[in-house]
C-alpha cells in the first residue's frame, strides 16, 4: 500500500501558475474523485504525483520517498498512471500492449495478462493493432495496460471519457471498488459519476483545493456551484442523486 503526500505544490508555466501551494493527503486505500471546471489542474497534479510533471517548488512523497528521488522503475512499481492521450511509439497489437504493461513490473503473469483482457472485454481484439481501434477500445485498452500489474496507486485522468455509456459506468465503478485495498484517485469529468461511486470528493478550482471531503458532505455544499459557476439543483433518482446544471450564477 502507497500514501501520497502533496506539500505545497507549486507547478508553473512562463507567466501561468497551473498549480499554487497544493497540499493533499492520499491513501493507502480509498476512491478519490478529483473534479473541477477546465484549466483547474487536474491533470498537471496528475502528473506531479506520477513524478512526470517537474514541480516549481514543493513535494510528493509516495511512503517514506520522494517521488522525484524515485527511478523510473520503482515509481511504476509503486504508482500506475493512466494518461488522458496515449500514442504507442509502435503500433502493436492490443494484446501485446497489455503484456507490455505487465512487464513493466516484475512477478506479474501470463495469467494477469488472461484476466485483464478479460475484464475489459479485449479478448476479441488482442490481434488488433492500435491504430484500427476506435476511442473507447483504445480506452479499454490502456486501463487492461496499466491495472495488469495492480499498482498499490492508481492516478487516471478521465478514464472513462472516450467510452460509451455501459463502459463508462463499469469502468467508474471498477475503479471506485479498487479503492477499498488500494489507492484510486480519478479525474472525473461527469460529476454524477463522482458523486454516484467515490467515497471522497477533491475540488480544484485555479491550481487550488477549494473543497475536500465525502461525496454526501459536499453534494450540497455551495462551493461546487461556486466553483462551476452554476446553480446545480440536486435531483434524487433510485440510481442516486444526479446534478442538474440550472443556470449561470450571477
Same mark, same amino acid.
Given at each position: 500500500?502507497?500514501?501520497?503526500?502533496?506539500?505545497?505544490?507549486?507547478?508553473?508555466?512562463?507567466?501561468?501558475?497551473?498549480?499554487?501551494?497544493? *497540499?493533499?493527503? $492520499?491513501?493507502?486505500?480509498?476512491?478519490?474523485?478529483?473534479?473541477?471546471?477546465?484549466?483547474?489542474?487536474?491533470?498537471?497534479?496528475? %502528473?506531479?504525483?506520477?513524478? #512526470?510533471?517537474?514541480?516549481?517548488?514543493?513535494?510528493?512523497?509516495?511512503?517514506?520517498?520522494?517521488?522525484?528521488?524515485?527511478?523510473?522503475?520503482?515509481?511504476?512499481? #509503486?504508482?500506475?498512471?493512466?494518461?488522458?492521450?496515449?500514442?504507442?511509439?509502435? !503500433?502493436?497489437? &492490443?494484446?501485446?500492449?497489455?503484456? $507490455?504493461?505487465?512487464?513493466?513490473?516484475?512477478?506479474?503473469?501470463?495469467?494477469?495478462?488472461?484476466? &485483464?483482457?478479460?475484464?475489459?472485454?479485449?479478448?476479441?481484439?488482442?490481434?488488433?493493432?492500435?491504430?484500427? $481501434? *476506435?476511442?473507447?477500445?483504445?480506452?479499454?485498452? #490502456?486501463?487492461?495496460?496499466? $491495472?495488469?500489474?495492480?499498482?498499490?496507486?492508481?492516478?487516471?485522468?478521465?478514464?472513462? &471519457?472516450?467510452?460509451?455509456?455501459?463502459?463508462?459506468?463499469?469502468?467508474?465503478?471498477?475503479?471506485? %471498488?479498487?479503492?477499498? !485495498?488500494?489507492?484510486?484517485?480519478?479525474?472525473?469529468?461527469?460529476?454524477?459519476?463522482?458523486?454516484?461511486?467515490?467515497?471522497?470528493?477533491?475540488?480544484?478550482?485555479?491550481?487550488?483545493?477549494?473543497? !475536500?471531503?465525502?461525496?454526501? !458532505?459536499?453534494?450540497?455544499?455551495?462551493?461546487?456551484?461556486?466553483?462551476?459557476?452554476?446553480?446545480?439543483?440536486?435531483?434524487?433518482?433510485?440510481?442516486?442523486?444526479?446534478?442538474?446544471? &440550472?443556470?449561470?450564477?450571477?
Amino acid at each position: 500500500m502507497t500514501t501520497l503526500a502533496v506539500r505545497d505544490l507549486v507547478v508553473k508555466r512562463g507567466d501561468s501558475t497551473l498549480l499554487d501551494r497544493l *497540499s493533499l493527503d $492520499l491513501g493507502p486505500t480509498g476512491s478519490v474523485a478529483l473534479v473541477g471546471p477546465n484549466g483547474a489542474g487536474k491533470s498537471t497534479l496528475l %502528473k506531479t504525483m506520477a513524478g #512526470l510533471e517537474r514541480p516549481t517548488a514543493g513535494s510528493v512523497r509516495a511512503g517514506a520517498s520522494d517521488i522525484a528521488a524515485l527511478s523510473a522503475a520503482n515509481r511504476t512499481r #509503486l504508482i500506475g498512471y493512466l494518461p488522458q492521450h496515449f500514442e504507442p511509439h509502435w !503500433d502493436l497489437t &492490443a494484446g501485446q500492449l497489455v503484456e $507490455l504493461g505487465a512487464q513493466r513490473v516484475d512477478g506479474t503473469g501470463i495469467e494477469a495478462v488472461r484476466a &485483464a483482457m478479460a475484464a475489459y472485454e479485449l479478448d476479441f481484439l488482442a490481434g488488433r493493432r492500435w491504430s484500427t $481501434l *476506435s476511442g473507447g477500445e483504445c480506452a479499454r485498452v #490502456l486501463l487492461a495496460m496499466v $491495472l495488469v500489474s495492480d499498482p498499490p496507486a492508481l492516478l487516471a485522468d478521465e478514464p472513462a &471519457a472516450s467510452l460509451d455509456i455501459r463502459h463508462r459506468l463499469d469502468v467508474a465503478s471498477a475503479l471506485a %471498488k479498487r479503492g477499498k !485495498d488500494r489507492l484510486s484517485v480519478v479525474v472525473v469529468h461527469d460529476l454524477d459519476l463522482a458523486f454516484r461511486y467515490f467515497d471522497r470528493i477533491v475540488v480544484l478550482d485555479k491550481g487550488r483545493v477549494v473543497a !475536500d471531503g465525502t461525496a454526501a !458532505d459536499l453534494l450540497h455544499d455551495k462551493r461546487l456551484d461556486a466553483t462551476f459557476g452554476v446553480r446545480f439543483e440536486r435531483v434524487s433518482t433510485p440510481a442516486g442523486w444526479s446534478l442538474v446544471a &440550472a443556470q449561470e450564477l450571477l
